[in-house]
């Protein structure tokens, strides 16, 4: 099968987004698969550098979130091109730029398009104006206008699936966890406790993800210095970066934790099972995830973590040696203490990966696939032609060409 992955975000962009696009692709691709990706140029990509099956498309820093981006030209090179390597269905990735551009692509060769919902948006709104330009109920019309006519919708979880039914979408849905794809190489733990002065068996807490106010990363330092008077010889890492950088980094000054805290800025992608590995739990304070990746990283890394309840996450944590789920900062704090005093036992490693085989790259790309051939087994381009655009599907595009971020 050729597959065309449309999105707004790829490496080298560090995000949950761009890997589980990565990990798909990779996955696919090692089942036999031709795998395509449509994305936005990058300043850290050279112009002219030639990347296999790898094609970007001019850009601009989105509004909001300048470490992304948004194509503006490539309508017709990208249908030409997929046209060109014979696409058999468009997969978006994005309800943007290269969103809008995958079902132009999908309409033009009259296959069919699905999409995965990546962003709950409603927990993003305060990066616009402050909030101020668009509420949830705008949320749910703008995603409900874009996926009108859409053949399919994947939702990473089955928060995401229930939030995609309030907005009223009422195309095919499937529940697909995001898979996980471990590294073939990587350096030992001792090299990275070595690099940031740790000695053999000092407890490490990390915390790992883009330094996003929504993740409330300073619950997390905050917790830290309450659990100093415990564990006075405990350390946290904090790896990523984001726009809470300068905000954390003063609350770490003002706690007069600067030897306690490490924060190691963007780190490689290819590191980041070293990182889960050199540390003894995983924690995050975030209440915003929708598809658990950094979880399900964290397990695949043979380590536990502490984190919020969620609908998601109630699904995935049946056993300690998986992880804590907890309700408030009390638990939080308890929660942490337990798994650095916890060994981690050859009993925790077994459950792991038993639980691993349910969620591991290639079960994501089998399931993937498997709706892939559902949809084009039911694809019929002719009742396409006939409902294509819907009301709903003008008004989505009126309102992004107008201004993606009005209330009204």
């Known amino acids: 099968m050729n597959i065309g992955l449309f999105t707004d975000t790829y490496f080298p962009q560090v995000s949950g987004v761009a890997t589980s696009i990565k990990t798909l692709k990779e996955a696919l691709e090692s089942q036999g698969h031709e795998v395509y990706i449509f994305t936005s140029t990058d300043p850290k990509v050279p112009k002219n550098k030639f990347e296999p099956h790898i094609y970007r498309f001019s850009s601009l820093p989105y509004l909001g979130f300048k470490d992304r981006r948004l ?72 995603m409900k206008g874009y996926m009108a006519n859409m053949s399919g919708v994947i939702a990473p979880s089955k928060l995401v699936q229930d939030t995609l039914h309030r907005y009223g979408v009422k195309v095919p849905m499937r529940v697909i966890p995001t898979g996980v794809c471990l590294p073939k190489r990587r350096t030992t733990q001792s090299d990275l406790r070595k690099k940031y002065h740790f000695y053999g068996e000092q407890p490490v807490i990390l ?28 350390r946290l890492v904090i790896a990523g970066d984001g726009p809470a950088r300068k ?76 992880g804590t789920l907890v309700n408030d900062y009390d638990e939080l704090l308890a929660g942490i203490e337990k798994y650095l005093r916890r060994p981690n036992s050859k009993e925790d490693k077994s459950y792991r990966q038993e639980k691993m085989k349910d969620v591991d790259a290639n079960t994501f790309a089998t399931r993937v696939l498997a709706f892939y051939t559902d949809i084009l087994a039911s694809y019929h381009a002719t009742d396409v032609e006939d409902e294509y655009p819907n009301d709903e599907e003008v008004g989505y595009m009126k309102r992004i060409l107008r201004n993606p971020f009005r209330r009204n």
Do not use: C, W
Not at 268 to 296: C, K, R, W
């Open 71 to 142: 194509a503006f030209r490539g309508l017709i090179q990208a249908v030409e091109i997929a046209k060109s390597v014979q696409l058999d269905i468009v997969h978006t990735q994005t309800e943007f730029s290269l969103g809008l551009m995958g079902k132009f692509v999908a309409r033009q060769l009259k296959i069919p398009a699905v999409h995965t919902y990546h962003t709950m948006y409603e927990d993003y709104t305060h990066y616009f104006a402050k909030g101020m330009l668009i509420g949830p109920h705008g949320v749910g019309r703008i």
């Open 207 to 234: 915390s790992l993800g883009r330094l996003a106010f929504e993740k409330n990363i300073s619950v997390t330092i905050s917790v830290f210095s309450e659990l100093l008077q415990t564990v006075p010889e405990a």
């Open 247 to 322: 905000s954390l980094l003063e609350q770490v000054d003002e706690l007069d934790l600067n030897d306690k805290i490490i924060f190691t800025g963007m780190i490689n992608h290819d590191d980041i099972f070293d990182y889960y590995q050199m540390s003894n739990v995983f924690v995050s304070s975030s209440d915003t995830e929708t598809q658990g990746l950094t979880f399900i990283e964290a397990m695949a890394a043979d380590r536990p973590f502490v984190a919020i309840h969620s609908p998601y996450l109630d699904n995935l944590v049946d056993n300690d040696a998986i």
